[in-house]
């Protein structure tokens, strides 16, 4: 089925860093999103992204996180600066313009802030 | 505020036994409910899903049983598997007020299949 790749798959950084994660979304999907999910619990929505703008977040996208998507290649969320409480899997899912609902998720960036 | 509850937390069945998990919600304007299948170290993957006009969908194995009046309904496994054994997260969406709906997904149930 469609594939949605993430990249790093772990990293591990000191607080106060800025840390970027990378999705390449399914080919000809219009829309983005990037979830959190702690310790294998409830995925939380972050934020989505459709025609080059964020549409819609939720208050866990801190004014220290953003996103973008230059030029059609990677989705991305940056955080910077990172702190200890952004410990998460962060998963970015992307959907097609139909409005089907069905999101197709990556398998996820494990960041582990020190 | 959690818009979307699942129960039971974890749930542990015999092989060959039938698994149901529950999921409620609050949201009147919800209108699409898929459930996502995980395992441990991957992204969640859409197992079922569906939509407020109906109160059944079936796949295979896999059947959800939906109450728009009460607001819940229910993923049943029958026939249950050791590879069944994954986290399930019921999830919810109004698919029809926008075109940016996002998914709110409950808390997830952990099943475990013993054979």
Redesign the interface.
């Known amino acids: 089925g469609p594939k949605?790749l993430q990249i790093p798959s772990h990293q591990i950084i000191d607080m106060g860093q800025m840390v970027t994660l990378n999705c390449d979304p399914v080919s000809n999907h219009l829309?983005f999103?990037w979830?959190k999910q702690i310790l294998?619990?409830?995925?939380?929505?972050l934020v989505?992204f459709?025609n080059g703008k964020v549409?819609?977040k939720s208050k866990l996208f801190k004014d220290q996180f953003s996103v973008e998507r230059p030029d059609g290649s990677y989705f991305t969320l940056k955080i910077q600066p990172t702190a200890l409480e952004d410990s998460a899997v962060y998963?970015c899912a992307s959907r097609s313009g139909t409005?089907?609902?069905?999101?197709?998720?990556?398998?996820?960036s494990k960041l582990t802030v020190l | 505020q959690q818009q979307v509850r699942q129960s039971p937390q974890s749930l542990t069945v015999w092989e060959g036994e039938t698994a149901i998990l529950n999921c409620s919600y609050e949201n009147s304007a919800f209108d699409y409910f898929p459930w996502y299948q995980q395992f441990p170290g991957e992204g969640p993957a859409l197992l079922i899903a569906i939509r407020s006009v109906s109160d059944k969908k079936e796949d295979g194995r896999f059947t959800i049983f939906f109450n728009k009046r009460e607001k819940k309904l229910s993923l049943h496994i029958t026939d249950s598997q050791p590879g069944d054994s994954a986290t399930y997260f019921c999830a919810a969406s109004g698919i029809a007020s926008s075109s940016f709906s996002k998914l709110v997904f409950g808390q997830g149930t952990s099943l475990s299949v013993v054979p």
């Open positions: 949605v829309y999103y979830y294998g619990q409830q995925m939380e929505f989505n459709y549409m819609e998963f409005n089907t609902g069905q999101l197709y998720f990556g398998e996820g």
